[in-house]
């Protein structure tokens, strides 16, 4: 969900959590504190690029899958419909763009970029 304004989200998760809250506890009659601290970020385009880059590219960084080719493949990822939405070309980038993703540390390493030749032109 995409808000305008920010204000409104603070809101919406106090619904939630209070409210699910409160029908926890009416189910055994318990006082418990059932959500912790929460926190929400409003994101910009550059942060929402940066997260999506993070989630694409989870099955690579974890050794899921090998390449570009398995990820695409990979029924439980949204890589193909990345694609479809913004191209082949920007969705790899964003996935070797993450920090996180540390792909030099892997054994697969040389393979992986190998196997971008046919896809990066």
Request: no cysteine; proline share 3%; hydrophobic share 35%.
């Amino acid at each position: 969900m995409f808000l305008e304004d920010g204000k409104l989200l603070p809101k919406i998760e106090q619904f939630v959590a209070g409210g699910s809250s409160h029908e926890l506890n009416l189910l055994d009659n318990a006082k418990r504190t059932v959500w912790d601290d929460y926190w929400e970020k409003i994101v910009d385009d550059k942060d929402l690029e940066k997260l999506l880059g993070y989630i694409l590219g989870n099955p690579l960084k974890h050794g899921e899958v090998k390449n570009f080719k398995e990820l695409k493949e990979n029924p439980f990822t949204n890589y193909k419909q990345a694609v479809a939405q913004y191209g082949e070309e920007m969705v790899q980038d964003l996935i070797l763009s993450v920090d996180a993703l540390d792909l030099e540390n892997r054994t697969d390493y040389e393979k992986l970029f190998k196997s971008l030749a046919p896809h990066r032109g």
